[in-house]
C-alpha cells in the first residue's frame, strides 16, 4: 500500500514561489527504482507533466517550465516538494503527485491540490 499526500499554500501572489510538498507513505516507498512526478491541469487543459525524481537523486525537468522549476527528495522525511519561481496566472491549477517507474507509468496518484496564482 502506497499513500501520496499533496499540500501547500492554496493562494499564491503574482511574483511569488509556488512550493509543494507531496508526502509518501507505504511500503519501500524510498526505493529508488520508484520515480516521483509533478504533474498539473490547468482549468480547460489537459494534464502537464512538470517532472520527476527518485529518493536516489535522480531526476528529469519537462522543458516547459525551465529553470522556474525545481523538485527535490527528501528521505528522511519521505517528501517529494516541487518550488516553482515567479508564479504567475497561468500557474493557476490543480497539482498531482504521482508515483511510477523509470518508464513513467504511473501506479499511484494523490489526491491533487489546488493552487490559485492571484493577487
Known amino acids: 500500500q502506497v499513500q501520496l499526500q499533496e499540500s501547500g499554500p492554496g493562494l499564491v501572489k503574482p511574483s511569488q514561489t509556488l512550493s509543494l510538498t507531496c508526502a509518501v507513505s507505504?511500503?519501500?516507498?524510498?526505493?529508488?527504482?520508484?520515480?516521483y512526478s509533478w504533474i498539473r491541469q490547468a482549468p480547460g487543459r489537459g494534464l502537464e507533466w512538470l517532472g520527476a525524481?527518485?529518493?536516489?537523486?535522480?531526476?528529469s525537468d519537462s522543458p516547459s517550465l525551465g529553470s522556474r522549476s525545481t523538485i527535490s527528495s527528501d528521505t528522511s522525511k519521505k517528501q517529494i516538494t516541487l518550488q516553482l519561481t515567479s508564479a504567475t496566472p497561468e500557474d493557476t491549477a490543480t497539482y498531482y503527485c504521482?508515483?511510477?517507474?523509470?518508464?513513467?507509468?504511473?501506479?499511484?496518484w494523490g489526491k491533487g491540490t489546488r493552487v490559485t496564482v492571484s493577487s
Open positions: 525524481i527518485s529518493f536516489g537523486g535522480s531526476a
Open positions: 504521482a508515483r511510477g517507474r523509470a518508464n513513467l507509468l504511473f501506479d499511484s
Open positions: 507505504g511500503d519501500s516507498v524510498t526505493a529508488t527504482y520508484y520515480y
